[in-house]
């Protein structure tokens, strides 16, 4: 257990461009966490796999350039319980291709984020292989109960077996996510509603399970029909 404020980075030991150069990697069964922390914790370009939960954050937490669930070469499977779970402010991914996290493989689910705080995920590979597209599925993609809301933002999420995002708060933003061939598509709990203001809303993202945005593209997708 990390008991400090932290930040481990894996781009120090050279360059990571092809993927993480350090691989955490536990014994299946009996390992119950990668990393686990009771401070802040920075994560940067590891590969964590063979665990119950790669990245176990009770208070605040920065994922950046990770594989969860996948070895270093960004698709043999090393499969843990969960990817990301998480209790208090949280950031997974960002606007930048080396900022990409990979969380795929999963058995039980890619993130699950509870607490009061908000919650950012962008621009990253849920689901799918370090390629985009070979399949590596979670069980569930994403579930979403922290009270501030959370902005899901240009991610691909595809292949997992059952939801891309389960919302069960209110004030969530999904918007130019690609979402493919996974078990069911988004789900918002009795009571929850997507946050309105003056970014438009992902409408197609919203009604249907199967939409293929380009990444990193910025404007709307297209009307479901």
Do not use: C, K, M
């Not at 009771?38 to 990245?55: D, E, F, K, M, S």
């Not at 292989?129 to 993609?141: E, I, L, V, W, Y």
């Not at 970014?199 to 919203?206: E, H, I, S, T």
């Amino acid at each position: 257990i990390i008991t400090v404020p932290l930040e481990i980075d894996g781009t120090s030991q050279g360059d990571t461009t092809a993927g993480p150069l350090i691989e955490l990697v536990g014994v299946e069964g009996s390992t119950p966490f990668g990393l686990r922390t009771q401070q802040p914790l920075t994560v940067r370009r590891l590969a964590i796999g063979h665990v119950g939960v790669a990245l176990y954050l009770p208070s605040s937490g920065e994922s950046y350039g990770n594989y969860l669930g996948l070895a270093a070469d960004g698709t043999t499977p090393l499969s843990n319980s969960g990817g990301v779970r998480s209790f208090g402010p949280l950031t997974i991914g960002g606007n930048s291709p080396e900022l990409r996290n990979i969380i795929s493989s999963n058995l039980t689910y890619g993130v699950v984020a509870q607490g009061n705080d908000r919650i950012h995920v962008e621009g990253n590979y849920i689901g799918v292989a370090a390629d985009g597209a070979t399949a590596r599925p979670n069980g569930r993609a994403l579930y979403i109960a922290s009270e501030d809301g959370a902005d899901i933002l240009q991610n691909v999420i595809a292949t997992n077996t059952s939801y891309g995002v389960l919302a069960n708060t209110t004030g969530v933003r999904i918007l130019y996510n690609s979402f493919f061939s996974n078990g069911s598509g988004i789900a918002f709990s009795a009571g929850t509603r997507a946050a309105s203001g003056s970014d438009p809303p992902g409408v197609a993202d919203l009604l249907r399970a199967d939409v293929r945005v380009p990444h990193g593209r910025r404007d709307p997708p297209p009307l479901a029909t």
